[in-house]
């Protein structure tokens, strides 16, 4: 399989997984603990920021595998 094939597949499994009714509630949560919270406070070690980034990038991983499934 071509690696074009895997990606696809695999943003259909991650598109599967997230809308069911069980994923899209573990969605909603992620979304709500990790993009709807500021990512860093002044007087916070700029450490601070670099890490929720990173924690908001697995968010935005799985909602872009999601939209690039459904086109």
Same mark, same amino acid.
């Given at each position: 399989m071509t690696e074009p094939n895997k990606q696809r597949d695999l943003d259909t499994l991650?598109?599967?997984?997230?809308?069911?009714? %069980?994923? %899209?509630k573990v969605l909603a949560d992620l979304e709500n603990k990790y993009l709807e919270q500021p990512t860093w406070f002044p007087g916070d $070690? %700029?450490? &601070?920021?670099? &890490?929720? $980034?990173g924690q908001n990038s697995v968010v935005r991983l799985i909602k872009e595998r999601i939209k690039r499934a459904r086109t």
């Open positions: 991650y598109a599967l997984v997230f809308t069911s009714e %069980a994923g %899209a $070690e %700029a450490s &601070h920021g670099f &890490h929720r $980034e």
